[in-house]
């Protein structure tokens, strides 16, 4: 997996928005019919709502699969991928799509990632994932220069003054994680119960014991600094008194709400907040631009993972038309078409 972060554009075939499961096997899809794939999420890791919602939990109408966890038939959709090796770009939201002169599409993304595709698969489910804000006065000053809702590189935090604020799983994770680069880190937390894997709770215990972290009890009062560069926390007790923390950076773990985001304005027509797709093709109001998977709506749509998977299979036939326009697409099985095959095979 790739995670370039560069201006110069990156030239593909396609770029798919969402690397949730539908946005998984549209790559496989369209592998098989020779179109490259880059894969643009705005969360760390693949899977969508399986892997951030319910990993663990078991689903039971996925064909051929009598059960499986959220997180296994991701790991599943990620080796059937492998052959057609697709570049991620996680920890990115898609920003911007615009069409461009010769037709392709560009399609920038907040880190500046730059794609331009002859194809666009919006698979971005029920919008992207997006961190709560904690409701502080100034608070967007602070934003993306010492207020971070995501880690993108653990070396980025070297010698900081940390303070970490929640007490579920991202909060717990990245307190063990950053607490051996960090100058000082505190954990802040309401209360002393957590929402986290108990072994993470005791591992921050055990640091806090040792001396290696802080662990307060409190709430997020108020910012100080200047230039939108922290120097302190305020943080509040349940009595309303106030104390401070001194901080070079803030990362509040509040949990994840899902938006529609930028994609509402790309001009495409919406139904209910979901784009308008046809059913022989899944593409939207605009040529080229298709959407699969939760993000559409058509008569009868069923949001199941296993309608987003025939979904993909329809769109990459169209896309593989607007792609190659001069080649002729043979209908073929996986079982018996020897290039299939060793498309497979190439690993
Ligand atoms: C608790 C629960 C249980 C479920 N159980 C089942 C079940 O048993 N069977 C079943 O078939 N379905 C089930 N579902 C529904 C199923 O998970 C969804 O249908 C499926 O995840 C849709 O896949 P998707 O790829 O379309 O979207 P998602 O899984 O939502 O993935 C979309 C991805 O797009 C990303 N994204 C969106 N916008 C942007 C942007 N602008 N920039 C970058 N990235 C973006 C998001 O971050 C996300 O990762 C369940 C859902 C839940 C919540």
Redesign the pocket.
Known sequence: MSKASTSEPIKTDAVI????????FAVFELGLLDLKAHV????TK?????????PE?P????PGWPMIT?EGLVENLLAQVKPFHPHFHLG????SLTRQQDKSFRLT?DVGTVIDAKVVVI???????ESKRPPLEGLEVYEGKSVFYLVRKIEDFRGKRIVIAGGGDSALDWTLNLAPVAKSLTLLHRRDQFRAAPDSVLKMKALAAEGKIKFELGQLHALEGEGGQLSRVIAARDDKSEFPIEADVLLPFFGLT?K????ANWGLELENGLLKVDTEKFQSSEPGIFA????NTYPGKL??????FHEAALMSQAAARIVNPEKRIVFQYTTTSTSLLKKLKAS
Do not use: N, W
Request: hydrophobic share 45%; glycine share 22%.
């Open positions: 928005i969402g690397a949730g499961p539908v946005g998984l643009v999420d705005i969360l693949p899977g969508g709502q399986c892997a951030e919602l319910y939990k689903i039971y109408d996925i959220g990115e939201r898609v920003e993304t698979a971005a489910g029920g919008g992207s994932f899902m529609l985001g930028p994609l699969i998977g939760d993000i949001k199941l993972i296993l309608s987003g």
